[in-house]
């Protein structure tokens, strides 16, 4: 199997070093898509990485190497995404045909709101926060429910739980799903989280 990682606008981190090599096994090879191709980035804060990702990168480019990287894999694939990083692989499976991807699970796709059209390839998880800025997380939920292979958790946790960079961070959240992850093995699972 093969999982690729997409990162959120903080790029490569700790957290996205260790979450790899918790996931990579002899069966299991990881990719890790970030927004600075490969760079390790340093922000004061969540500002100053938004600037950065919208400057350098910007979302339709993400979205262009989540989409590059799925048609490289040559193996059964598992997205796995995370705020910008999830919202681009939400895009990416738009309509694709790839039969190898098994299964998208997607943690705070706050861009999801405005591509509600998307009509996913594959089994999808949603993880959201308990409430977003900028919408109502139950409306996009309720949008979703109609959905073929969506499934929608949402969580007591803030947007950007999973990143210890995040002022959102929540230790408790970060370990609840990150074992549920387990060593990967078990990704494909669309009842992973119940």
Not at 4 to 13: A, M
Not at 121 to 146: G, K, M, N, W, Y
């Amino acid at each position: 199997m093969h999982i690729i990682i997409i990162t959120d606008i903080f790029g490569l981190t700790k957290d996205t070093d260790l979450l790899a090599a918790s996931l990579s096994t002899e069966q299991t090879r990881v990719t890790v898509i970030d927004p600075y191709e490969g760079n390790k980035q340093q922000f004061v804060n969540e500002h100053a990485a938004y600037d950065a990702f919208i400057t350098q990168c910007g979302h339709e480019r993400y979205i262009s190497a989540v989409a590059s990287a799925i048609e490289l894999s040559e193996s059964e694939v598992v997205l796995l995404g995370f705020s910008a990083g999830a919202s681009a692989a939400w895009k990416a499976i738009d309509r694709h045909s790839n039969p190898l991807i098994k299964h998208y699970i997607g943690f705070y796709p706050s861009q999801i709101r405005n591509h509600l059209d998307v009509i996913p390839c594959c089994p999808v998880t949603l993880v959201f926060p308990c409430q977003e800025r900028h919408f109502e997380v139950d409306d996009v939920i309720e949008a979703l429910s109609s959905v073929k292979q969506v499934n929608c958790i949402k969580t007591s946790f803030y947007h950007g739980f999973m990143n210890s960079f995040s002022e959102n961070y929540s230790l408790s959240g970060a370990r609840f799903f990150n074992e549920k992850m387990g060593d990967g093995n078990e990704l494909d699972r669309v009842d992973l989280f119940k």
